[in-house]
């Protein structure tokens, strides 16, 4: 569907672009060697928000996901439920009296979805929000006026292991709005996730933690860049900058496609 949204997510579930839907395709631009795209979310007025999974071509493959927009109901009595939470792409079911699934979507890029709720049928009774990394989370509702919105706001809680303890803050600056910052621990592996907004990316670290060494910094169109970090105290804040430059050429990147309301999503890698 021409001017349907297309949204690009990361295995971070950090957003990693969105694009309109126009002539039926938006293309994406994937680097293969960042951090791997696992799905695509699709919204458009009228329709459910959808979801689909993506993975990330070899050298010269193409890959394609198809994504099916389901039109919301027209007619009859309605009330609407909007679920917000603090992540994007997160899965929402909205529960009836009898345990069945009445309704199902991904929230946005805002973190947001709205469902459109039949106040003459079967009762509601419950939301359940999940999302790889996150742990579920299960919220009483009711069935909402005749035109009148409910609003549900959840927390999602990350499933990584949080130590209890003393906090400080690493701050990581950047020149490019919406790159994705990456703490490093001195394992290698990614502690914290975080994205440059107005500038900069305040992540909360546990001083008593596993130490992180790195900040790792990416966009799309831009060469990664890495700089040390060292951990903070108590209550301390330490900025770090990590500018990024833009690449100089289009090698080794992907190329993502989506068609229509029932989307096709294709990543090509160039050597």
Do not use: C
């Amino acid at each position: 569907m021409n001017g349907a949204s297309a949204s690009l997510l990361s295995i971070n579930n950090d957003l990693i672009e969105t694009k309109t839907i126009t002539n039926g395709m938006a293309e994406f631009y994937v680097y293969t060697t960042g951090t791997p795209a696992s799905q695509v979310i699709v919204s458009a007025d009228g329709y459910y928000t959808a979801s689909a999974p993506v993975t990330t071509p070899a050298s010269g493959e193409t890959t394609q996901v198809t994504v099916t927009l389901e039109a919301k109901p027209v007619g009859g009595d309605r009330g609407f439920l909007q679920v917000n939470t603090n992540i994007i792409g997160a899965k929402v079911d909205v529960m009836s009296i009898s345990g069945s699934v009445a309704e199902t979507g991904y929230t946005d890029i805002n973190g947001k979805i709205e469902f459109a709720i039949y106040t003459t049928g079967t009762p509601i009774s419950s939301v359940v929000v999940s999302a790889p990394g996150w742990v579920t989370q299960t919220v009483s509702v009711t069935v909402p006026e005749k035109g009148q919105t409910e609003t549900v706001n959840i927390e999602m809680v990350s499933t990584n292991p949080i130590i209890g303890g003393d906090q400080g803050v690493i701050s990581v600056t950047s020149n490019v709005e919406g790159a994705q910052v990456e703490l490093i621990s001195i394992s290698g592996a990614v502690s914290y996730t975080g994205k440059i907004s107005n500038g900069k990316a305040d992540i909360t670290v546990y001083t008593t933690g596993t130490p992180v060494n790195q900040a790792r910094v990416s966009a799309t169109g831009y060469q990664t860049a890495t700089v040390g970090v060292t951990m903070p105290t108590k209550g301390e804040t330490l900025t770090f900058n990590a500018p990024l430059t833009t690449t100089s050429s289009p090698m080794g990147f992907a190329i993502i496609g989506l068609l229509g309301v029932i989307g096709i999503i294709a990543l090509f890698r160039r050597d």
